[in-house]
């Protein structure tokens, strides 16, 4: 089986930073891509940020500037360094990974359980 577990979420005021961190574990070959969504209340999941296995990543357009996203390939990991947050960053964070667990094998996506960040005004 494949686990992603995150960590990091918390309270934080307006205007301050937090680091999310995500590991994946398990049975694992390669992963291809990494990545963070969230899903604030009423409203659908949406992405964050996502980075490849080659470390090129993309952002929403309201992420850029105040969030970066990076890997560690040696320990699977992917981490959401979050700048300048806001109250309407409030959401379960979630993470992602595309990935294939044995040699040959297909890409599956997986999702950790969530971690909850609220951002106070």
């Known amino acids: 089986q494949v686990q992603l577990v995150e960590s990091g979420g918390g309270l934080v005021q307006a205007g301050g930073s937090l680091r999310l961190s995500c590991a994946a574990s398990g049975t694992i070959f390669s992963i291809n891509s990494m990545g963070w969504y969230r899903q604030a209340p009423g409203k659908q999941r949406e992405l964050v940020a996502r980075?490849?296995?080659?470390?090129?990543?993309n952002y929403a357009d309201s992420m850029k500037g105040r969030f970066t996203i990076s890997r560690d390939n040696a320990k699977n990991t992917v981490y959401l360094d979050m700048n300048s947050l806001k109250p309407e960053d409030t959401a379960v964070y979630y993470c992602?990974?595309?990935?294939?667990?044995?040699?040959?094998?297909?890409?599956?996506?997986?999702w950790g359980q969530g971690t909850q960040l609220t951002v106070s005004s």
């Open positions: 992602n990974a595309l990935l294939i667990r044995v040699a040959g094998g297909y890409q599956y996506q997986y």
């Open positions: 980075i490849s296995s080659g470390g090129s990543t």
